[in-house]
């Protein structure tokens, strides 16, 4: 090897050697809105392969990075190729998602449906991330909807509720706040199932039921669930995990406690 070509790959090494460092150290604190779509403003700081957990883990450590994004695929996956950037604006695209530091006090659940009962507060084409901020300044709002676009846009129609019970449809999607109570869990979105660990239980209910049972059961870290039933439902079919670890698959959706994200 040439003397060049040793002082270009040392640079190299190192900085994979402060990657790994930071990644296996760091653990996971900024909260993160899910949100379908891609990040295409501010600057690029690096394409990696991760799971989602290092991921974010190495998004704390980069005090410029505000959120990361990464292309669905259509096969399961144990790492992603994931782009990191220093702006947060998401344009939304039903082939792409992202996560996004936020600074919002109040956690938001995602999950696909909509919110049908209850009164509509308000509706108007917005960002998601500004509809958080409305919901946020609306003590009434206990969640909103759009419609799941076929095309890239930035702006969807927003319906604000002041119900927050979700009906299960595949071409919706919802966040609903949650409550700031002792016996109410935050949870983060992922997509892919919880593989490792033991099943604690499995059963048909409701998402907002499938929360309350992992909320009170301490050996429970998260479930899952079939990310596309073939009909409209309230029900779905909830698998219970001991272990937050998630395996990348298109063809399911899970939920992790907050309070053990970090083990991700």
């Keep these: 090897a040439t003397a060049h070509s ?8 190192v900085r994979s050697f402060l990657l790994a460092s930071v990644v296996a ?3 996971a604190q900024q909260n993160y809105l899910f949100q379908p779509g891609y990040l295409a403003d501010g600057n690029d700081l ?6 989602i957990g290092d991921a974010k883990k190495y998004c704390d450590a980069e005090r410029t990075c505000q959120g990361l994004t990464f292309k ?4 399961p996956q144990m790492k992603l190729s994931v ?28 999950q696909a449906g909509f919110l049908g009962d209850g009164k509509e507060l308000h509706s108007a084409a917005m960002l998601l991330a500004d509809a958080v901020a409305w919901c946020d300044k609306n003590l009434k709002c206990k969640g ?11 702006q969807l129609w927003i319906r604000f509720s002041d119900n927050e019970r979700v009906t299960y449809d595949g071409n919706w999607i919802s966040y609903t706040k949650v409550p700031k109570s002792a016996s109410h869990t935050p949870y983060t979105y992922h997509p ?3 593989g490792d660990g033991k099943t604690i239980h499995e059963a048909f209910m409701t998402i907002e039921n499938a929360k309350m049972y ?16 073939q009909e409209t439902t309230n029900e779905l079919f909830i698998r219970f995990k001991s272990n937050p670890q998630v395996s990348y698959d298109p063809n399911f959706a899970s939920y992790v406690k907050d309070n053990v994200k970090s083990e991700l």
Aim: glycine letters at 4%.
């Design 192 to 194: 892919g199932y919880l």
């Design 83 to 110: 782009r990191f950037k220093s702006a947060s604006h998401v344009t939304f695209d039903p082939a792409w998602m992202t996560y996004t530091k936020t600074q919002s006090a109040v956690p938001y659940f995602y």
């Design 214 to 229: 992992c909320d009170v059961n301490t050996k429970c870290a998260g479930f899952t669930i079939d990310k596309e039933p």
């Design 6 to 13: 040793r002082r270009t790959a040392q640079p190299t090494m």
């Design 25 to 27: 150290a760091a653990s």
């Design 144 to 154: 909103f909807s759009a419609e799941k676009m076929k095309e890239s846009m930035d």
């Design 72 to 75: 669905d695929s259509d096969e």
């Design 46 to 51: 690096g394409e990696l392969f991760f799971n």
